[in-house]
């Protein structure tokens, strides 16, 4: 394991403290949130494996028997509407989604063979 600093990965940046044996990893800023949140890493690991969700944007997971699951980021408690469009000028609300301690918000969309459609999230009033 490298020693203290912050360093970078595809998926955001982090930070390692060795203040003691085992470190702690935890993002750098208030951009993106980590599953898990922290990690405890012992001197002896190689690697340290987590996901790295950007604030106010969508993640996909993958197709799973006709379905797929989205995740949302944001500040705990924080609530987004979900909307989804045919032609990206008419919008219509599909669920509201709460974000809870873990900093996330998933929901699964259904695939059909109907129609394109696009999805967004707007935050809640």
């Known amino acids: 394991m490298a ?3 912050s360093f970078w990965t ?3 940046a982090f930070t390692v403290s060795p203040d003691s044996d085992p470190f ?3 993002p750098v800023n208030d951009n993106y949130v980590f599953s898990p949140a922290s990690q405890d ?3 002896n690991q190689a690697s340290v494996l987590f996901q790295a969700y950007h604030k106010n944007a969508f993640t996909s997971g993958a197709l799973a028997n006709g379905t797929v699951t989205l995740t949302l980021a944001g500040a705990d408690g924080q609530s987004f509407v979900v909307q989804t469009s045919s032609d990206l000028v008419q919008w219509a609300a599909v669920s509201t989604n709460h974000v809870d301690g873990s900093g996330l918000t998933q929901f699964q969309i259904g695939l059909t063979g109907g129609p394109q ?3 967004r999230a707007v935050a809640a009033p």
């Open 117 to 119: 459609l696009f999805y």
């Open 41 to 43: 890493v012992t001197t």
């Open 10 to 12: 595809t998926g955001g």
């Open 24 to 26: 702690v990893v935890t």
């Open 3 to 5: 020693g203290a600093g």
